[in-house]
T-cell receptor, first 113, second 112 residues
């Protein structure tokens, strides 16, 4: 079945550092890809998405590009802030049928001043 | 006000007790979901509902049941709680034909 693999955390960075969180997937066809973010004590929020190969999703300075050839959807940000400290989940959804979200295990990001 | 609300936010219960977690949404979405989150396992789908008359099991439905009382309300019940059901539970909604899901704030359940 479909699956998502994320790098294990925590990822610890200083403020203004460059962020990369790796995400690869296994799926049939051409799923939609997502990054969700979970701030402490809150539910998940959609951060960005991409629905086809070579699409770039972006939001709040975060970006991720749908790479079909490497089955990857890595999350990047040029300069992180303390307020970006959260858990980040990569997920996919098939476009047909149930459209169930399949999540990775999450990567915790800790940003220090 | 939040679009997806969950009650209670925290609950401690004893083994063998029946417990209900409630979810309400004001987004007008047809689809609703229940997930549980465990450390290192991400989110796993318990049940999902496409409308009031359409309820389906997810990947980990054993020990759980649900009720879709109205389009806006979806409840999760643990018939006889056991300690390995200790987890963070999330309700989510989505509009038919779209892919984004919108999550509630979660219920932290502890079974002693």
């Amino acid at each position: 079945g479909d699956s998502v693999t994320q790098m294990e955390g925590p990822v610890t960075l200083s403020e203004e550092a460059f962020l990369t969180i790796n995400c690869t997937y296994t799926a049939t066809g051409y799923p939609s890809l997502f990054w969700y973010v979970q701030y402490p004590g809150e539910g998940l929020q959609l951060l960005l998405k991409a629905t086809k190969a070579d699409d770039k999703g972006s939001n709040k300075g975060f970006e991720a590009t749908y790479r079909k050839e490497t089955t990857s959807f890595h999350l990047e940000k040029g300069s992180v802030q303390v307020s970006d400290s959260a858990v980040y989940f990569c997920a996919l959804s098939q476009k047909l049928g149930f459209q169930k979200l399949v999540f990775g295990t999450g990567t915790r990001l800790l940003v220090s001043p | 006000d939040a679009d997806v609300t969950q009650t209670p936010r925290n609950r401690i219960t004893k083994t063998g007790k029946r417990i209900m977690l409630e979810c309400s949404q004001t987004k007008g979405h047809d689809r609703m979901y229940w997930y549980r989150q465990d450390p290192g396992l991400g989110l796993r789908l318990i049940y999902y509902s496409f409308d009031v008359k359409d309820i389906n099991k997810g990947e980990i439905s054993d020990g759980y049941s649900v009720s879709r009382q109205a389009q806006a309300k979806f409840s999760l019940s643990l018939e006889s709680a056991i300690p390995n059901q200790t987890a963070l539970y999330f309700c989510a909604t989505s509009a038919g034909g779209h892919y984004e899901q919108y999550f509630g704030p979660g219920t932290r359940l502890t079974v002693t």
